[in-house]
């Protein structure tokens, strides 16, 4: 089994930028995949990016690819998102999510390990 927790969240001013991150425990070996998603009041959850094992592949799910970063160190166990010029329609909980295949993909059932979230509120 694999753990995720996320951190890095929290009240932001709009225009400002935010580095989220999420770290991994457990059964560390068998992730490949790994995505952030975000859910935000009264919506369905939607992806913003995955990205491969080695790093080397990324795709980013109709985001401005400007402003979100998706980047993860393996030796640290941690994926991370980086959130440049924060706007308010930003204001979501931010999930990441594990898969233990080679997909690329933004469908939620995917991936098995999901964390708990982060809530990020970006003030105008």
């Known amino acids: 089994q694999v753990h995720l927790v996320e951190s890095g969240g929290g009240l932001v001013q709009a225009g400002n930028s935010l580095r989220l991150s999420c770290a991994a425990s457990?059964?560390?070996?068998?992730?490949?995949?790994m995505a952030w998603f975000r859910q935000a009041p009264g919506t369905e959850r939607r992806p913003i990016a995955v990205?491969?094992?080695?790093?080397?592949?990324?795709l980013y799910a109709g985001v401005d690819k400007d402003r979100f970063t998706i980047s993860r160190d393996n030796a640290k166990s941690t994926l991370y998102l980086q959130i440049n010029n924060l706007k308010p329609e930003g204001k979501a909980r931010y999930f990441c999510a594990g898969s233990d295949y080679y997909s690329l993909s933004f469908q939620i059932n995917a991936y098995r390990f999901w964390g708990q979230g982060t809530q990020v509120t970006v003030s105008s």
């Open positions: 990205i491969s094992y080695s790093g080397s592949d990324t």
């Open positions: 457990g059964r560390t070996s068998s992730l490949h995949d």
